[in-house]
Each structure stands twice: as structure tokens, then as C-alpha cells.
Nanobody
Framework: QVQLVESGGGLVQAGGSLRLSCAAS????????MAWFRQAPGKEREFVAT????????NYTESVKGRFTVSRDNAKNTVYLQMNSLKPEDTAVYYC????????????WGQGTQVTVSS
């Protein structure tokens, strides 16, 4: 099973940018569809973005379209989430997740990284 470690979170003012990274180990990242999720205090975890194994296709939740970009570097076994024009409502713990191509669910998760956007 692949192990995932997120980094890059922090405190930023509204309108600012952050770049999250998700480093994978244990298995080649190229075998996995990857996704980012987030969970705000008192709310359920929600989907943010996903990227196919080759990186050729991405999908985003409506609230981050045009502001967030998911990408991957399979050679570095790393997935990224570039977050621009951040809003206070983006404040959450961000998690990356991996889904093997032969399974329907995201079975591997990182520990999360906190993103706090101040107004």
C-alpha cells in the first residue's frame, strides 16, 4: 500500500497562494489516481480535486475551479495542489488520497496539512 505525506500548509491572507505537496512512498505513484480532499471544522470531508494516473485529466469541485490547480510528477512520486486567490472559506485540513486503478475507492490517505486563510 502506498504511504502519503502532505506538506505545504500554513497561514495565509485572503487573496494569497499556497502550494501543497503530497509525497508518496512504497509504491509507484503512476499506479494511482490521486485526489485532494479537505475538511473544515465542524464539517464533513469534501472532495476538492482529482487527477488521473497520467495527469491527462483533472476535475475540481465547483468552488475552487479557476483558483486551484492539481498536478503530478510521477518521476518524483509527488502530487501538488496549487491554490491561488485563497478565501477564508478555504480554511481546512487538506488531505491527499490515492486510488489504485483496479479499485473503486480511495484507500490510502495522508495525515493532512492545515491551511488557514485569514480575512
Amino acid at each position: 500500500q502506498v504511504q502519503l505525506v502532505e506538506s505545504g500548509g500554513g497561514l495565509v491572507q485572503a487573496g494569497g497562494s499556497l502550494r501543497l505537496s503530497c509525497a508518496a512512498s512504497g509504491r509507484p505513484l503512476s499506479s494511482y489516481t490521486m485526489a485532494w480532499f479537505r475538511q473544515a471544522p465542524g464539517k464533513e470531508r469534501e472532495f476538492v480535486a482529482t487527477i488521473t494516473r497520467s495527469g491527462g485529466s483533472t476535475n475540481y469541485t465547483e468552488s475552487v475551479k479557476g483558483r486551484f490547480t492539481v498536478s503530478r510528477d510521477n518521476a518524483k512520486n509527488t502530487v501538488y495542489l496549487q491554490m491561488n486567490s485563497l478565501k477564508p472559506e478555504d480554511t481546512a485540513v487538506y488531505y491527499c488520497a490515492a486510488r489504485p486503478f483496479y479499485q473503486p475507492d480511495f484507500g490510502s490517505w495522508g495525515q493532512g496539512t492545515q491551511v488557514t486563510v485569514s480575512s
